[in-house]
């Protein structure tokens, strides 16, 4: 393979007084300078790929599934959520001059952001030509892979922990083994969802790997037998060997690359400044001023909550701005720049809690760290940025876990506006009007806090208290909270108990725009003598303050966590757990309290998952029962395993894409799009009226009769069919849907049934038939009359339930010989 440096140019772009970029060009063998190339060039599995034209919204998922062989990623939900899309991206970093290899989700990945850049998917560790990688061959003597769709992404987000594990400053694992403990194995997949595995032989495989691991505690495999000892059963792992099976694409990168390559693509609107004033005359030129429509670029991940539908007429892209990748630390506390990923800050705060284990900021810096870890997943937080986050809570109310922290701790942030800088606090940054499209933040500024100091010095009976909540459907992360809260607490032991110097109570995701802080609650407890009435009082103070906007699901939930977390935080003062206690046994413990600053030390990390597996196994049948892996699953490990939305599509083919009702009981006039005349992508859109005289509408046969392919004149249901909208690629087919304007009429239709009470009353009932009618045994009412115990009275009410589906449900209908079509569907 050719070299990389020899390929590319290497590109430091400056600008010029007439803001035109500029740009300097290595190559091999001439020293000629030449304008910044608006060429992309990456690497995929060690390929080079140099891209001249490209669509800016592009992603990196559409290029490897539509534009490479590479097929291991897969498009699940589109949403950063599942898993699904794991690479490794590998790239150079110009400050520590190593090789930064990091997960992340390229369903959100924009592709021009992986210039200069090395890519690794599944296919790329191992696969059945050159061999499999032990991963792969351990997911599959594990029994780790059912219908293998999510597989390679777990794959991905293990590997890129055993890729980093491999730098840390530990003692070498045994052979076979890895510096990862088990705990930190399983944690590295928290973010991958799998419907139909579970995620015990997940979890097997991976801590297999961990240098801790207790072998006799995993599950079923296909390597060792019962009773094998330990030695045994490491032998007939497939062996591990961190030197042979590290990163395969990197080398180049970091013996060839290193300069920073500065991608300008000019000709389609790709923009990559690399100073603030750069930045500021792409903000502040005509064209934007005139309305064109701007997108500032850093990780992409806000796509994943709030869908983009419309193209944007210019990218920039802030990464390679040194300024907003900076972290600066003095006295009063530590500057993050605002480009900074999320993963990066958790890294930064937890080693600067180590340097401040004297003082208030360990205990602030750790339990924001920890936080952090909570939102969203590792592949996620490794490209979201810190600035992204907040911008979002700030202009389009995004419930912010990182906003609450801050707010609780009191930062302040620095945004660029037109041609000045403005230093405020996080507060008023979050209630000010939404930012402009040409407003930028630089950075945010997280305090070193201390507790009470009278002259200078720190009191010995003063204490500083911080706790942080999250309530979540998942509590390790990757789920919107139902309430976050963030409380800090500076409070001091006297004769007649625990006095509250003050307090700062911070709340969020309730059901209100922004992260708020409980004012009223805090003036009450400054300057009061903790005791049962004052508890009391607090907890009824905070009821009044959290109140969730009309529309928010589960309000009284909400508040309810807000008091338990409060209570909680108070209780923990003197860390007795009976509020009964709060003006006895509680006062005397507070007083008997030690003086240092923390309330406990760092959290333990989360409990692993654990259990025993005893199957008693039989030799009368043999080899019935024995374990042995699927067959196929290490090709559907390393993503080799075709699917049908893998099965490449033939020379000009359409694409479809479903337009669903969003009413649950109304009548379908007409359908249009917000473009007029219809989009030039779109070639047909097809409705119940295309079907031919001598066609049905059948879409399926079920057990209650046929079910309809399209709603008829009248849509019954909300997600019912409406119509198939055609386009020339599948991403123009899945934007027109979303975007399509059906003209809707409920004028005289009886409103819709949505209640299984509404169902009785109104005597709508399906008709089973008779073949499914359970046939009547014994007489229920003398059984139930004659019965020792009887049901007085009983009721089950079970919500609706928004499904995550992760397996792309595709059809590919190829035309054949004799007016006949084949059709693939996706079937198990």
């Given at each position: 393979?050719?070299?990389?440096?020899?390929?590319?140019?290497?590109?430091?772009?400056?600008?010029?007084?007439?803001?035109?970029?500029?740009?300097?060009?290595?190559?091999?063998?001439?020293?000629?300078?030449?304008?910044?190339?608006?060429?992309?060039?990456?690497?995929?599995?060690?390929?080079?790929?140099?891209?001249?034209?490209?669509?800016?919204?592009?992603?990196?998922?559409?290029?490897?599934?539509?534009?490479?062989?590479?097929?291991?990623?897969?498009?699940?939900?589109?949403?950063?959520?599942?898993?699904?899309?794991?690479?490794?991206?590998?790239?150079?970093?110009?400050?520590?001059?190593?090789?930064?290899?990091?997960?992340?989700?390229?369903?959100?990945?924009l592709l021009c952001s992986v210039n200069g850049c090395s890519i690794t998917t599944s296919e790329g560790l191992g696969n059945s030509k050159d061999g499999f990688h032990p991963i792969h061959e351990r997911?599959?003597?594990?029994?780790?892979?059912?219908?293998?769709?999510?597989?390679?992404?777990?794959?991905?987000?293990?590997?890129?922990?055993?890729?980093?594990?491999?730098?840390?400053?530990?003692?070498?694992?045994?052979?076979?083994?890895?510096?990862?403990?088990?705990?930190?194995?399983?944690?590295?997949?928290?973010?991958?969802?799998?419907?139909?595995?579970?995620?015990?032989?997940?979890?097997?495989?991976?801590?297999?790997?961990?240098?801790?691991?207790?072998?006799?505690?995993?599950?079923?495999?296909?390597?060792?037998?019962?009773?094998?000892?330990?030695?045994?059963?490491?032998?007939?792992?497939?062996?591990?060997?961190?030197?042979?099976?590290?990163?395969?694409?990197?080398?180049?990168?970091?013996?060839?690359?290193?300069?920073?390559?500065?991608?300008?693509?000019?000709?389609?609107?790709?923009?990559?400044?690399?100073?603030?004033?750069?930045?500021?005359?792409?903000?502040?030129?005509?064209?934007?001023?005139?309305?064109?429509?701007?997108?500032?670029?850093?990780?992409?991940?806000?796509?994943?909550?709030?869908?983009?539908?419309?193209?944007?007429?210019?990218?920039?892209?802030?990464?390679?701005?040194?300024?907003?990748?900076?972290?600066?630390?003095?006295?009063?506390?530590?500057?993050?720049?605002?480009?900074?990923?999320?993963?990066?800050?958790?890294?930064?705060?937890?080693?600067?809690?180590?340097?401040?284990?004297?003082?208030?900021?360990?205990?602030?810096?750790?339990?924001?760290?920890?936080?952090?870890?909570?939102?969203?997943?590792?592949?996620?937080?490794?490209?979201?940025?810190?600035?992204?986050?907040?911008?979002?809570?700030?202009?389009?109310?995004?419930?912010?876990?990182?906003?609450?922290?801050?707010?609780?701790?009191?930062?302040?942030?620095?945004?660029?506006?037109?041609?000045?800088?403005?230093?405020?606090?996080?507060?008023?940054?979050?209630?000010?009007?939404?930012?402009?499209?040409?407003?930028?933040?630089?950075?945010?500024?997280?305090?070193?806090?201390?507790?009470?100091?009278?002259?200078?010095?720190?009191?010995?009976?003063?204490?500083?208290?911080?706790?942080?909540?999250?309530?979540?459907?998942?509590?390790?992360?990757?789920?919107?909270?139902?309430?976050?809260?963030?409380?800090?607490?500076?409070?001091?032991?006297?004769?007649?108990?625990?006095?509250?110097?003050?307090?700062?109570?911070?709340?969020?995701?309730?059901?209100?725009?922004?992260?708020?802080?409980?004012?009223?609650?805090?003036?009450?407890?400054?300057?009061?003598?903790?005791?049962?009435?004052?508890?009391?009082?607090?907890?009824?103070?905070?009821?009044?303050?959290?109140?969730?906007?009309?529309?928010?699901?589960?309000?009284?939930?909400?508040?309810?966590?807000?008091?338990?977390?409060?209570?909680?935080?108070?209780?923990?003062?003197?860390?007795?757990?009976?509020?009964?206690?709060?003006?006895?046994?509680?006062?005397?413990?507070?007083?008997?309290?030690?003086?240092?600053?923390?309330?406990?030390?760092?959290?333990?990390?989360?409990?692993?998952?654990?259990?025993?597996?005893?199957?008693?196994?039989?030799?009368?049948?043999?080899?019935?029962?024995?374990?042995?892996?699927?067959?196929?699953?290490?090709?559907?490990?390393?993503?080799?395993?075709?699917?049908?939305?893998?099965?490449?599509?033939?020379?000009?083919?359409?694409?479809?894409?479903?337009?669903?009702?969003?009413?649950?009981?109304?009548?379908?006039?007409?359908?249009?799009?917000?473009?007029?005349?219809?989009?030039?992508?779109?070639?047909?859109?097809?409705?119940?009226?295309?079907?031919?005289?001598?066609?049905?509408?059948?879409?399926?046969?079920?057990?209650?009769?046929?079910?309809?392919?399209?709603?008829?004149?009248?849509?019954?249901?909300?997600?019912?069919?409406?119509?198939?909208?055609?386009?020339?690629?599948?991403?123009?087919?899945?934007?027109?849907?979303?975007?399509?304007?059906?003209?809707?009429?409920?004028?005289?239709?009886?409103?819709?049934?949505?209640?299984?009470?509404?169902?009785?009353?109104?005597?709508?009932?399906?008709?089973?038939?008779?073949?499914?009618?359970?046939?009547?045994?014994?007489?229920?009412?003398?059984?139930?009359?004659?019965?020792?115990?009887?049901?007085?009275?009983?009721?089950?009410?079970?919500?609706?339930?928004?499904?995550?589906?992760?397996?792309?449900?595709?059809?590919?209908?190829?035309?054949?010989?004799?007016?006949?079509?084949?059709?693939?569907?996706?079937?198990?």
């Open positions: 393979m050719a070299h990389f440096a020899t390929l590319i140019l290497l590109l430091n772009g400056e600008q010029d007084q007439e803001g035109k970029f500029q740009g300097s060009a290595e190559m091999e063998g001439t020293n000629d300078s030449s304008p910044t190339s608006d060429s992309l060039v990456f690497e995929i599995n060690g390929e080079r790929f140099e891209v001249p034209e490209v669509d800016p919204s592009t992603t990196l998922l559409e290029f490897l599934r539509s534009r490479t062989r590479f097929k291991s990623v897969k498009l699940g939900c589109g949403e950063g959520g599942c898993g699904a899309c794991v690479v490794l991206l590998s790239k150079y970093d110009p400050v520590s001059k190593q090789i930064e290899s990091l997960s992340v989700s390229s369903c959100l990945t997911f599959a003597g594990f029994h780790a892979s059912q219908c293998g769709f999510c597989t390679p992404g777990i794959c991905m987000s293990f590997f890129s922990a055993l890729a980093n594990a491999g730098k840390r400053p530990r003692s070498q694992a045994s052979p076979g083994f890895s510096k990862l403990t088990v705990s930190e194995a399983e944690k590295a997949i928290t973010g991958n969802l799998c419907r139909c595995t579970g995620y015990r032989p997940i979890a097997d495989a991976c801590k297999s790997f961990a240098a801790d691991v207790d072998l006799e505690d995993l599950g079923i495999n296909s390597f060792w037998r019962k009773g094998d000892t330990r030695e045994v059963r490491a032998n007939k792992l497939p062996f591990y060997n961190p030197k042979d099976h590290t990163c395969p694409y990197t080398e180049v990168l970091k013996d060839e690359c290193k300069s920073t390559r500065i991608l300008n693509f000019q000709k389609y609107s790709w923009y990559t400044p690399v100073t603030v004033e750069e930045l500021q005359s792409l903000l502040n030129s005509n064209t934007v001023g005139n309305g064109e429509r701007i997108k500032l670029v850093v990780g992409n991940t806000g796509d994943g909550y709030y869908k983009e539908t419309e193209k944007y007429d210019k990218y920039i892209d802030l990464r390679y701005i040194p300024e907003l990748s900076a972290v600066k630390k003095d006295n009063s506390g530590i500057e993050f720049g605002a480009a900074l990923p999320i993963s990066k800050v958790i890294s930064y705060l937890k080693e600067e809690s180590k340097l401040n284990s004297c003082s208030g900021g360990e205990l602030v810096f750790t339990r924001v760290a920890e936080h952090m870890e909570k939102i969203a997943s590792g592949f996620i937080r490794n490209s979201a940025s810190l600035g992204g986050n907040l911008v979002m809570a700030q202009r389009k109310y995004f419930p912010s876990d990182i906003a609450t922290l801050l707010v609780a701790v009191g930062s302040s942030v620095t945004i660029l506006t037109h041609h000045k800088r403005e230093t405020i606090t996080i507060e008023d940054f979050l209630y000010r009007p939404p930012l402009d499209p040409k407003d930028v933040l630089l950075s945010v500024h997280i305090p070193l806090l201390e507790p009470t100091t009278i002259d200078g010095s720190i009191q010995n009976n003063s204490k500083m208290l911080f706790e942080t909540y999250h309530a979540a459907p998942r509590p390790l992360g990757n789920a919107l909270p139902y309430l976050n809260a963030a409380f800090l607490a500076d409070i001091c032991f006297s004769k007649n108990g625990i006095l509250v110097n003050r307090v700062r109570l911070s709340f969020g995701a309730y059901g209100t725009k922004h992260a708020a802080r409980a004012r009223k609650v805090e003036e009450y407890l400054a300057g009061k003598i903790l005791s049962v009435g004052v508890v009391d009082e607090a907890i009824r103070l905070v009821k009044g303050a959290i109140i969730s906007e009309d529309g928010t699901s589960q309000p009284a939930y909400r508040t309810s966590l807000a008091v338990s977390f409060l209570f909680s935080f108070l209780d923990s003062f003197a860390n007795v757990g009976s509020p009964e206690n709060l003006n006895g046994s509680l006062l005397e413990e507070a007083a008997k309290s030690n003086n240092d600053i923390h309330t406990r030390p760092t959290r333990s990390p989360p409990l692993l998952s654990s259990a025993k597996q005893f199957v008693e196994s039989s030799r009368e049948y043999y080899p019935v029962g024995k374990a042995v892996p699927k067959f196929g699953a290490a090709i559907q490990a390393s993503g080799e395993a075709v699917y049908v939305d893998d099965v490449p599509s033939p020379p000009d083919c359409l694409y479809g894409a479903l337009i669903c009702s969003t009413k649950p009981l109304a009548r379908v006039k007409g359908i249009s799009f917000k473009s007029n005349p219809r989009p030039s992508a779109v070639a047909d859109v097809i409705s119940v009226k295309d079907i031919p005289k001598a066609g049905q509408n059948v879409g399926g046969v079920a057990f209650f009769g046929p079910e309809p392919l399209f709603a008829g004149d009248v849509a019954t249901f909300a997600g019912d069919v409406i119509a198939l909208v055609v386009a020339d690629t599948q991403k123009h087919a899945n934007l027109a849907a979303k975007t399509a304007l059906v003209d809707y009429d409920t004028e005289g239709l009886d409103p819709p049934i949505l209640t299984v009470e509404e169902a009785v009353e109104k005597s709508s009932f399906f008709d089973v038939p008779p073949s499914l009618r359970p046939t009547q045994v014994g007489d229920f009412s003398k059984g139930m009359a004659e019965a020792d115990h009887k049901i007085l009275s009983s009721e089950i009410k079970l919500g609706s339930q928004y499904y995550f589906y992760m397996e792309t449900q595709t059809a590919l209908a190829i035309p054949d010989e004799d007016n006949c079509m084949v059709v693939y569907s996706s079937i198990q």
